[in-house]
């Protein structure tokens, strides 16, 4: 089924119908979407400033520890409320530049994250006072790209 129709079938389910007619509705999930957005990027983003020098008083490895359940956990709203926004006007999203753009971001921090922790961060144990020079690349490269899905994300109102 070509992506337009499926968007097509989703924008007719009945909780898409809902999510578009009941006024508390979209704003409700929207909230939770970014209440978990900001327990997520809070938590990624005081990962990323450690990694970049700020609290060398905490280990890396003990902060990770902390701060990474915070983070999966806050995927378990971010994702249906994340789904169901999209489900309320699929076709109108699939065609909006920011909307595939944040998408796109997302995925890039994804993948940042993943060559991090299969990379640099597999030797924090061995880390002298400061992060070395690729851990320090990925923690900005996470931070600017954070950044930029938020912006995204706010431009959706007015895109």
């Not at 992506?3 to 909230?31: G, K």
């Not at 020098?53 to 983070?71: E, K, Y």
């Not at 961060?121 to 950044?147: C, E, F, K, T």
């Amino acid at each position: 089924m070509p992506l337009q129709d499926a968007a097509s079938v989703a924008a007719s389910l009945p909780l898409a119908r809902a999510l578009r007619e009941h006024a508390w509705l979209y704003p409700a999930i929207e909230t939770l979407h970014i209440l978990g957005f900001a327990v997520l990027v809070g938590a990624v983003a005081m990962f990323d400033l450690r990694v970049l020098g700020f609290g060398r008083q905490l280990p890396v490895r003990a902060l990770a520890r902390h701060l990474l359940p915070w983070s999966a956990g806050s995927m378990l709203l971010v994702l249906p409320t994340g789904l169901l926004l999209f489900v309320a006007d699929p076709l109108a999203l699939l065609v909006n530049r920011i909307f595939l753009l944040k998408l796109g971001l997302i995925l890039a921090a994804g993948l940042n994250a993943l060559a991090f922790h299969a990379g640099p961060y597999r030797q924090a144990d061995a880390w002298p006072a400061r992060a070395p020079p690729r851990a320090v690349l990925h923690a900005l490269l996470s931070l600017g790209l954070w950044i930029a899905v938020i912006a995204c994300g706010r431009l959706l109102a007015y895109f």
